[in-house]
């Protein structure tokens, strides 16, 4: 018989994370009751007839009161006002989890924030998505299979850590425990530049002369590279800005590399671009994504 893990969840933020979260604890039988908070009455009213949350909150305070769990799901650049908000409501029993893309902001903001309930809070980042965006996009498999980044401070109780391994587990992910500096380090490189380039590069094409008939042209290689370009721009702008020391010197590595292909293909040195292209060839060839099937 399936335990309930989570009596009372608050969902701060009914989008696709907080919602695909709520749905899986509750497809899994997992979760008793759920609450659920969005600025937008009209996404909390969805949340609540599509069945993601059972009861639709006016204020950040009313949803958390009485919780066992709180997930905030809010844009990072809005983490500090909604902590703020949050703080003094907290239950001295609740453990508070975030999903954002980036941690050492987001640890500033409760450090600046949350007081006594500091140790209550376990910083997550699970790595799962989608180009769309909103309620209506929640999925109950969205975390099944994908790899989840807790990043405890020295000041995060262990038991709660613990406990946040034994709720991401139990949606099917794979936890790992990071530092903070180390995972806005990492997530610079593999996920925050890609995105940068292909807004970048879907922005030059476009803005060419014939740029529309140019990309009507776009086959499966276009569609595989210029996929992250239609994520969210409000998610991403406050991502970029909130870890752009680590992405700006990311895209000094790539430009380095850039600069030594377009020289190469300048001086029509065959053997050497060769080279390159293969030296990227082997560096991705290695590389599986958790989930994937060979």
């Not at 924030?113 to 769309?132: N, S």
């Not at 499966?220 to 992405?247: C, E, K, M, Y």
Request: charged share 20%.
């Amino acid at each position: 018989m399936t335990q309930v893990l989570v009596e009372r969840l608050a969902v701060i933020g009914c989008g696709l994370m907080g919602g695909s979260f709520a749905l899986g604890l509750r497809q899994r039988g997992l979760v008793g009751h759920v609450r659920g908070y969005s600025s937008r009455d009209s996404t909390r009213q969805k949340a609540v007839a599509l069945g993601v949350i059972d009861e639709a909150c006016e204020s950040v305070a009313q949803t958390v009161t009485g919780a066992d769990l709180v997930l905030l799901a809010v844009p990072v650049q809005a983490t500090e006002l909604t902590l703020s908000a949050l703080a003094p409501h907290l239950g001295t029993h609740t453990l508070l989890m975030d999903v954002g893309s980036t941690k050492c902001d987001v640890i500033e903001a409760a450090r600046h924030t949350l007081g006594l309930a500091l140790p209550r809070f376990v910083p997550a980042h699970p790595i799962a998505g989608k180009e769309v965006a909103g309620v209506e996009h929640a999925d109950a498999q969205l975390y099944q299979r994908r790899q989840v980044y807790l990043t405890p401070m020295a000041e995060t109780d262990p038991s709660l850590t613990a406990r946040a391994q034994v709720l991401w587990q139990s949606l099917g992910s794979k936890v790992n425990l990071l530092g903070a500096e180390f995972h806005d380090q990492a997530f610079a490189a593999v996920s925050h530049l890609p995105h940068l380039l292909a807004f970048g590069f879907m922005n030059g094409l476009s803005a060419q002369e014939g740029g529309a008939e140019l990309v009507a042209m776009g086959g499966p290689g276009f569609r595989d590279f210029s996929r992250i370009a239609a994520s969210d721009p409000t998610v991403w702008r406050d991502i970029l800005l909130a870890n752009r020391l680590q992405v700006l010197a990311q895209l000094q590595h790539t430009q380095t590399a850039l600069a030594e292909l377009e020289q190469t293909m300048r001086d029509g040195n065959g053997l050497r671009l060769h080279e390159l292209i293969e030296a990227s060839r082997l560096a991705r060839s290695g590389w599986r994504l958790l989930g994937d099937t060979e």
